[in-house]
């Protein structure tokens, strides 16, 4: 039975998918409300080795003062008491260093950290396929240890997905369509003192997730919200 089990999942796999909140149209095909995500830098100071090296360029790809990055993502530690003894551990973690990265300090962010766009991914695979002379060989190897040093200065800096909600026609029917906001609304009990419905474990009940306040937003909140999905695949180890 074992070896059935270790069988199974050494060749299947699991990837958990969010629910991505539907959009919200007229029987003309309008859109009212569409998603419109946006990007928080946040910092965890555990992964930090360099402060001091990680600020100065951070300091370059977000134009803020290195100064007041420093002490943010310094190492600050507390003592933890567990089975009676006393450990250290990092205090300062998922520090909040902008709410809202403008796009192109997001795109800065995303490439220094090796992120590609799909046009570069491209490039690159054609490049593998080039002969490159001695001269351009020497020049993408100094330009990899340029990445992988900049990406080890990014460590521990992450681009947070922050949902949200643009309204397309704002001045028509705003009171109708209604809001929607990140944060799960505090359940309350009704007038005869009931408890809360039971939530159903299928739905999306995430607290990052988008939640209706008013409107249809509200109304149709379950429908909008939709359901987590998951994708299980079986792999061909032959």
Do not use: W
């Not at 134009?63 to 089975?83: C, G, Q, Y």
């Not at 359940?187 to 739905?203: F, I, W």
Request: proline share 5%; hydrophobic share 35%; with cysteine.
């Amino acid at each position: 039975e074992y070896s059935r089990k270790t069988a199974i999942s050494e060749r299947t796999s699991e990837d958990k998918r969010k629910s991505v909140r539907g959009p919200i149209t007229d029987s003309a095909g309008r859109i009212f409300a569409v998603n419109s995500p946006y990007f928080a830098l946040v910092a965890d100071a555990k992964f930090i080795e360099d402060p001091v090296a990680t600020a100065n360029y951070l300091g370059e790809l977000t134009h803020k003062d290195p100064a007041t990055l420093i002490p943010m993502i310094t190492k600050k530690f507390r003592e933890v008491k567990s089975k009676g003894k006393v450990t250290q551990e990092v205090s300062n973690r998922n520090i909040l260093l902008d709410a809202r990265v403008p796009v192109d300090v997001e795109q800065a962010i995303f490439k220094a950290k090796g992120g590609k766009t799909p046009s570069e991914l491209e490039m690159e695979a054609a490049d593998k396929k080039r002969v490159l002379t001695k001269q351009q060989s020497d020049a993408k190897k100094e330009q990899n240890k340029i990445i992988i040093r900049h990406k080890k200065l990014l460590e521990g800096i992450v681009l947070r997905e922050v949902p949200a909600r643009q309204y397309k026609q704002s001045s028509l029917a705003g009171v109708v369509i209604g809001t929607a906001t990140i944060g799960k609304p505090k359940p309350t009990a009704s007038k005869k003192g009931l408890m809360p419905k039971p939530v159903d474990p299928d739905a999306n009940n995430d607290s990052d997730r988008l939640y209706g306040r008013s409107g249809i937003e509200q109304y149709c909140d379950k429908q909008l919200a939709g359901k987590n999905g998951l994708i299980r695949a079986e792999h061909d180890n032959s």
